[in-house]
């Protein structure tokens, strides 16, 4: 949960899971995919020399390098921090980009599921509250090891109104004791 006024908020991603629980998976492939996601950003960025990325995640920064080529994005934001005041919760999206003339987020993912466009509609909702620009789309990016990628784009009306009632399902669960809030820093 990140701070706000005396106040925690709750991250998309914890919302999101606690409602729609994930298969666990091995704390390895968690770690290698925020190792992926912070050298993508680095790239991205031009920060760091490609060089020295970890032969681990090579492959997935390729792949995501490759799709803003192939797409010719130029990222506008990393990594960028949004929340709502009004509905309160939080969360960082990966890349704010323009396609055809329209803003549109993107998030990478080792796998896209089902819920991928609840989290992109989430960082709209925030996003829009906080300049006032509103985005319709988002593009969930699955990289793979191989260099490759599969870009799953959505539009986000419907997905907005969606995870407002997750969000209230997921504050009900927490009033009844059914799930604990993960607290942790931005």
């Not at 929340?83 to 549109?104: E, N, Y």
Request: hydrophobic residues 40%; glycine residues 4%; proline residues 3%.
């Amino acid at each position: 949960m990140a701070k706000q006024a005396d106040k925690s908020l709750p991250h998309v991603t914890d919302i999101i899971n606690a409602v729609f629980p994930q298969r666990a998976c091995d704390p390895w492939y968690l770690e290698r995919g925020s190792a992926a996601h912070a050298w993508t950003a680095q790239r991205l960025m031009d920060a760091c020399k490609h060089d020295d990325v970890d032969p681990c995640i090579d492959g997935r920064v390729r792949a995501a390098l490759r799709y803003v080529s192939d797409f010719k994005l130029i990222p506008e934001q990393i990594e960028l921090r949004v929340q709502s005041h009004k509905h309160q919760f939080c969360g960082t999206l990966d890349m704010l980009t323009t396609l055809d003339r329209a803003p549109l987020i993107v998030d990478w993912k080792g796998s896209v599921t089902k819920t991928a466009v609840l989290q992109l509609a989430a960082y709209a909702i925030a996003y829009q509250e906080e300049t006032g620009k509103r985005i319709r789309e988002g593009m969930a990016v699955e990289t793979h090891d191989d260099e490759s990628y599969t870009a799953n784009r959505y539009k986000l009306t419907t997905a907005k109104s969606a995870f407002l009632h997750v969000l209230n399902v997921y504050r009900w669960m927490l009033k009844e004791g059914i799930t604990n809030a993960r607290t942790r820093d931005w």
